[in-house]
């Protein structure tokens, strides 16, 4: 069914242009009309046409960076996430193991570790004490960091003789063993060490996060799991399989993860150059990580931890490496996402972007993930610059608690500061970052706007003068997420020549109190004006 009319709706077609009584039209996957509903229907009324009884569209929602592999690997992991406790922890695990008899590797997610004993995850001993017979990994919330028992260590070959990895850190007891605590791509080491998934389990974890996207109206993603296993050239044909067996997954947007020019010319050598593809499966940036995270304390910044005289974090590159890398990319076609939270992290990739600039590295197609911990004089450097930023509005109700306390009151002032960053330029696209956050891109609206927890915490927001107006945190998740893939004459909004990727909402976002709107449901998700999802049969 190729042309339809869609009509009684209160339609956004973009920023600031909403229409109540409305209707549009589409032909083969794209928006070619929308107008006031009793003259759309008097001049197409003839087609196939869907009521959509009075309810809110708007475009398709864009998450600008998340994870789609490890999405649909959670789903089989242990949820961490409401765990406060050492006991909770424990209380938890033990129940979990009694449904559990296979000898593989036990995988919990998501633990946020700021309220177990010394803020810490837990070393290797409690895990033993807890599961001794085989191997377990917990990954911190943040997924920087990760506890793993005895078991797991020998699994991963980690013992008293092993280097980290150049990017990455191996925690240790006093006498030199490992005390279990990995950090960043030390990570990988126990990853290197499982066997390779078959490729059509990666097919079907792609399909089971898909599923859960779509259901809250998400039909584009910035995904960063190109090296998720390792493996790029499985995970390439991965998506090539969802492509040729027609499976409903968002729009894909690749953030190609590179740790070395080797990876680089692979990704070269197999077409992966930025702007490759089409708009089912775009090749993107390549995506460097440049530091760890906030909440493991191991973000890069310009003034140690609170905490501690000598935690400056993990800056994972330096400088000159970093800009090594950007002349690289630039020489065979690649622009860049770089993962920074910290302000040391962001100094030295605006440095190194600049300098690479030089060699012709492109700056304006490139972007900042993350970008959450700044300095007043950043924020201007950044509008300036017209950077692109990939922003999770989430974090700022996970990370408004302990902000201060860890990076101090001076580094926190101007964070997260994402109505400055509009306000001066910069190019702020809305994303969950999940596994980390949750996937609700009404959540992330949310928070934009409102800067509170779900407990409507602070009552004011925190740093109230950096929230969003809803207009503004909608675009976030919609045409702004186009905007910085290079993909906005196509997608973004739902105007004439775009392509029909739409939502269907319960309610009226501008008539729900701003602290209510995650609690809209996504009533049914069209993609290239096809249903891909919907709640039941009536829309
Ligand atoms: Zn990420």
Redesign the pocket.
């Known amino acids: 069914m190729n042309n339809r009319l869609f009509y009684n709706c209160n339609l956004r077609k973009a920023y600031n242009d909403w229409e109540e009584d409305a209707a549009f039209l589409v032909k083969n996957g794209r928006v070619v009309a929308t107008g006031n509903k009793s003259s759309l229907l008097g001049e197409w009324g003839d087609l196939p046409k869907v009521d959509l009884k009075g309810k809110t569209v708007t475009a398709g929602f864009n998450d600008s960076?998340?994870?789609l592999y490890q999405l649909g690997k959670d789903i089989q992991a242990l949820d961490l996430s409401d765990v406060n406790s050492l006991s909770e922890l424990k209380t938890k695990i033990v129940k979990w193991l009694e449904n559990k008899d296979s000898d593989k590797l036990l995988r919990a997610v998501r633990l946020h570790d700021q309220n177990l004993p010394g803020g810490r995850l837990p070393d290797r001993k409690v895990l033993d004490n807890l599961v001794d017979d085989r191997p377990l990994i917990i990954t911190r919330a943040c997924y920087h960091a990760a506890a793993l028992n005895s078991k797991a260590l020998e699994l991963a070959n980690i013992n008293k003789n092993t280097e980290a990895p150049e990017s990455g850190r191996i925690g240790r007891y006093k006498d030199g063993r490992p005390d279990g605590r990995l950090y960043d791509s030390a990570i990988d080491l126990l990853e290197d060490n499982l066997p390779k998934p078959e490729p059509e389990s990666v097919v079907k974890t792609l399909v089971s996060a898909s599923k859960k996207l779509l259901a809250q109206g998400i039909t584009s993603v910035g995904t960063?799991d190109l090296n998720a296993i390792n493996r790029p050239d499985l995970m390439l044909s991965a998506y090539n399989k969802l492509i040729e067996n027609r499976d409903s997954f968002p729009r894909l947007w690749l953030q190609q993860r590179v740790n070395s020019l080797k990876e680089i010319e692979w990704l070269n050598k197999n077409n992966c150059q930025t702007g490759q593809g089409d708009y089912w499966k775009l090749h993107g940036p390549l995506k460097i990580m440049l530091d760890g995270s906030l909440g493991a304390r191991t973000a890069a910044l310009s003034k140690p931890y609170s905490s501690s005289n000598s935690n400056y974090g993990d800056l994972l590159l330096t400088e000159n490496k970093l800009i090594n890398l950007l002349n690289t990319a630039a020489e065979y076609g690649f622009t860049a996402a770089i993962?920074v939270i910290g302000d040391k992290a962001l100094d030295t990739a605006l440095n190194a972007m600049e300098k690479a600039g030089e060699n012709g590295f492109e700056i304006n197609e490139s972007l900042l993930?993350h970008c959450q911990i700044s300095r007043k004089e950043q924020l201007s450097r950044l509008g300036d610059l017209n950077m692109n930023l990939a922003i999770q509005p989430a974090f700022v109700a996970t990370d408004w608690k302990f902000v201060e306390k860890y990076v101090g009151k001076d580094l926190a002032r101007d964070s997260y500061a994402w109505k400055s960053l509009i306000d001066k330029g910069a190019c702020l696209a809305g994303s969950s970052?999940a596994p980390?956050e949750p996937i609700n891109p009404l959540w992330g609206i949310q928070t934009a706007i409102t800067r509170q927890d779900k407990d409507n915490k602070p009552a004011a927001g925190w740093r109230p003068d950096e929230k969003l107006e809803l207009d503004m945190a909608w675009d976030l998740f919609t045409s702004a997420g186009a905007m910085i893939s290079g993909e906005n004459n196509y997608k973004g909004d739902l105007k004439p020549g775009q392509l029909a990727d739409f939502v269907v909402l319960s309610d009226n976002p501008n008539k729900v109190p701003a602290e209510n709107i995650s609690d809209i449901k996504v009533t049914a998700t069209y993609q290239h004006g096809e249903k891909v999802y919907s709640d039941s049969e009536s829309i």
């Open positions: 960076h998340l994870h960063d993962h993930i970052d980390i």
